[in-house]
């Protein structure tokens, strides 16, 4: 099976709108027919998807555009927060849920994760499901376990036909802003873990065809090595992304 690579970048709390449009234009100056090969997707803080999306739209590049949070109500009063059908209106396609920053600061449970899950699948969207261990989890020797666990709770009472949809991201937390990349033995091992969480939950086939991608220091110097792993089919990039040239050189590994 070989599965579409994809490119995620997460601009995390970065760029006004200014900004963003500067360098969602910087990326899509660039844009090359090859590209069509790998999914790009960017991921902007909220209030800068639609002029993201609507530069990418102008100059026609399939460049598509994801929320980093959501919320499962679809409108209420629940202040601060954004719902699935407000994201679908303004053109989002993806969104990044469970990234650690949210577990960590924010108290995003599985159960939360799970939910947001199960909400952007019935509204349209495509969850990009983000796990991974702490540098206890890990030297405690339960990573395998812990983050297949985070896993099956993220796709609990979700069906293949939805599952496929989904994107899985491993990000080791002690990998994070922190240049400290895992290496592509150690990534490997956990992605073909959750790959095989995938196959149990799922059946071999549906596992087979889904994307798995790594996140944590990953950059220009380092991404042939872990996208050449064959359970790696991408990556979700924070630092690295928030500059064009080293997120097309990102993107240009893939294809
Ligand atoms: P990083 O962030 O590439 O800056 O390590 C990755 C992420 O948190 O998604």
Redesign the pocket.
């Known amino acids: 099976m070989t599965r579409k690579p994809m490119m995620a970048g997460?601009w995390?709390m970065n760029k006004t709108v200014g900004e963003a449009v500067v360098l969602a234009q910087d990326i899509s100056n660039q844009f090359k027919g090859t590209w069509e090969a790998c999914d790009v997707v960017v991921c902007p803080p909220f209030v800068d998807l639609k002029p993201a999306y609507t530069v990418f739209e102008f100059d026609r590049v399939p460049i598509s555009v994801g929320a980093q949070n959501v919320y499962w109500e679809e409108s209420g009063a629940y202040t601060g927060e954004i719902s699935v059908p407000m994201l679908k209106e303004i053109g989002c396609e993806w969104c990044?849920i469970g990234?650690?920053?949210r577990r960590g600061y924010f108290g995003e449970t599985n159960e939360d994760v799970n939910k947001k899950a199960k909400a952007l699948l019935a509204g349209g969207l495509k969850p990009i499901i983000?796990c991974g261990e702490s540098l206890e989890v890990r030297d405690a020797g339960d990573t395998l376990e812990f983050v297949c666990a985070q896993v099956r709770a993220a796709f609990a009472g979700i069906d293949a036909a939805q599952a496929v949809k989904c994107v899985v991201?491993y990000?080791p937390i002690w990998?994070?802003?922190?240049g400290r990349t895992a290496t592509p033995e150690q990534a490997q091992e956990v992605c073909l873990a959750i790959r095989e969480t995938l196959a149990e939950l799922f059946g071999a086939e549906s596992a087979d065809a889904m994307r798995v991608l790594y996140?944590?220091?990953?950059?220009p110097g380092n991404v042939d090595m872990l996208i050449a792993q064959p359970d790696i089919d991408g990556?979700?990039?924070?630092?690295?992304?928030l500059k064009a040239p080293s997120f097309v050189q990102l993107i240009e590994a893939c294809i």
């Open positions: 997460n995390k990044i990234h650690s920053e983000c991201a990000e990998a994070i802003g922190t996140g944590g220091s990953m950059n990556g979700l990039i924070g630092g690295a992304a």
